[in-house]
Structures are given as C-alpha cells and as structure tokens.
C-alpha cells in the first residue's frame, strides 16, 4: 500500500500494489501546471482510494484529460485522461519511499531552456 496526500492534507489517497515507475512531462502544460515538469506514475482507477475526495477540483487541460488539485493548498495531485481505466498520481504527493525509477522523460522538445536533461533516462521527442 503506497499513501500519498497533497500540502495540506485536506485529500488524501492509497494505491494498492506496485507502483509502475513513473514518467516525466515536459510539456508546456505540465510545466505551467506544476511550476517545472511533472512527474508521475500511472496506476488502475480501482487500485486507488481517495479520502477528501469532495477537496479535489478538476480542470479540463484539454479535451483529452482532466486534472485534479486540492481545493485548499492548490497541490496537483491526479492526471485523468478521458475514457482510459488508469488515472496518473504525481510522484511529489507520495508521502514515503515508492520504490520506483524514473522511466522517461517525455515531450522534451517543449521542455524549458533553463535546464539540462543528463540523468540517463530515456528521452522521448513527443
């Protein structure tokens, strides 16, 4: 069981299982969400119980997903895309060791001018 919760503490969630090693988003929107990139690991709607649910606010990103923030502490917790079975977690809301390793890095050829990407992972254009 891996818990996680935002700033505040107002939502709170559990995910059973392992957690699959996450990816990280360039994006110019995951950069304008979170501040920098983000980061996240894609897990089973049903392995994943939320408490403070009623905390949560969603915003429509696109057509395709939706994202959900605490309503109190503004903590990017969830990327949910329309019509798929699994929902992303950001890695920087689990609140102990989640036993996983950076992926990927994605959509690098958005990512910021002020930093390097030297770590080794993988890199995807897209």
């Not at 980061?39 to 969603?58: E, F, P």
């Not at 969830?78 to 699994?86: A, K």
């Not at 050829?109 to 080794?120: I, N, P, Q, V």
């Amino acid at each position: 069981m891996h818990k996680g919760s935002c700033d505040c503490g107002a939502v709170h969630f559990e995910v059973s299982g392992t957690l699959p090693d996450p990816v990280a988003c360039h994006c110019t929107t995951c950069r304008k969400l979170s501040g920098h990139y983000e980061v996240s690991t894609d897990v089973n709607k049903d392995q994943l119980s939320i408490k403070g649910a009623d905390r949560l606010r969603w915003y429509a990103s696109s057509d395709k997903v939706r994202r959900g923030f605490c309503d109190t502490c503004g903590a990017l917790l969830f990327f949910d895309p329309n019509f798929h079975d699994w929902i992303g977690i950001s890695m920087g809301a689990f609140d102990t060791q989640t036993g996983t390793t950076l992926a990927r890095h994605i959509f690098v050829a958005r990512k910021g001018d002020y930093y390097t990407l030297d770590d080794g992972v993988p890199q995807n254009e897209t």
